[in-house]
T-cell receptor, first 115, second 112 residues
Framework: GAGVSQSPSNKVTEKGKDVELRCDPI?????LYWYRQSLGQGLEFLIY????????KSGLPSDRFSAERTGGSVSTLTIQRTQQEDSAVYLC?????????????FGQGTRLTVV | TQLLEQSPQFLSIQEGENLTVYCNSS?????LQWYRQEPGEGPVLLVT?????EVKKLKRLTFQFGDARKDSSLHITAAQPGDTGLYLC????????????FGKGTTLSVSS
């Protein structure tokens, strides 16, 4: 596809269940980001993958959150034992290069609701 | 940890008014970006500034990067209802390889 694709677009899960969110970045983009956004708020940084470097996991809010990026392309964000405070829109972005002025292209997000 | 503070958080104005949104940090950034987000969509890049003191114009929008590369402003002249949305500033220190960090955003509502 031409843009960043995220799936599912909506996910409703019961408290305590595990969920997996998927991101397909733009082909050839070496950088991939995950953010979390609560209603009407800014983007909370979660994790950053850049090429073959070790990911920057400094934004993950707890050890229930983890992410992988396979083959430098598709990424999966996993939330274990979901809590109600995990409800938010999870946004993925990719960019083509590291350096000044790199544009991040975003997917439309996955809206996660924990009931 | 790099942080970006945006102000104001909310802004509600009439069509034709001017406004300025601010983005401040105690950290130096190698570049600052402004994004606009509409409901149900991901943010879309408006502009990138990379040089201290740089000013860029995009139609009725004027962006400025502070001389010390710690702050930026977005000025909109003669706002229109189509300008309504969430405006986000974002910064990175590419030399340090840091992630792209966002401010909390400014929600702008322009009524006709």
């Amino acid at each position: 596809g031409a843009g960043v694709s995220q799936s599912p677009s909506n996910k409703v899960t019961e408290k305590g269940k595990d969920v997996e969110l998927r991101c397909d970045p733009i082909s050839g983009h070496t950088a991939l980001y995950w953010y979390r956004q609560s209603l009407g708020q800014g983007l909370e940084f979660l994790i950053y993958f850049q090429g073959n470097s070790a990911p920057d996991k400094s934004g993950l809010p707890s050890d229930r959150f983890s992410a992988e990026r396979t083959g430098g392309s598709v990424s999966t964000l996993t939330i274990q034992r979901t809590q109600q405070e995990d409800s938010a829109v999870y946004l993925c972005a990719s960019s083509s290069r590291r350096g000044r002025g790199t544009e991040a292209f975003f997917g439309q997000g996955t809206r996660l609701t924990v009931v | 940890t790099q942080l970006l503070e945006q102000s104001p958080q909310f802004l509600s104005i009439q069509e034709g008014e001017n406004l300025t949104v601010y983005c401040n940090s105690s950290s130096v950034f190698s570049s600052l970006q402004w994004y606009r987000q509409e409901p149900g969509e991901g943010p879309v890049l408006l502009v990138t500034v990379v040089t201290g003191g740089e000013v860029k114009k995009l139609k009725r929008l004027t962006f400025q990067f502070g001389d010390a590369r710690k702050d930026s402003s977005l000025h909109i002249t003669a706002a229109q209802p189509g300008d309504t949305g969430l405006y986000l500033c974002a910064g990175t220190d590419w030399q340090a390889g840091t992630a792209l960090i966002f401010g909390k955003g400014t929600t702008l509502s322009v009524s006709s």
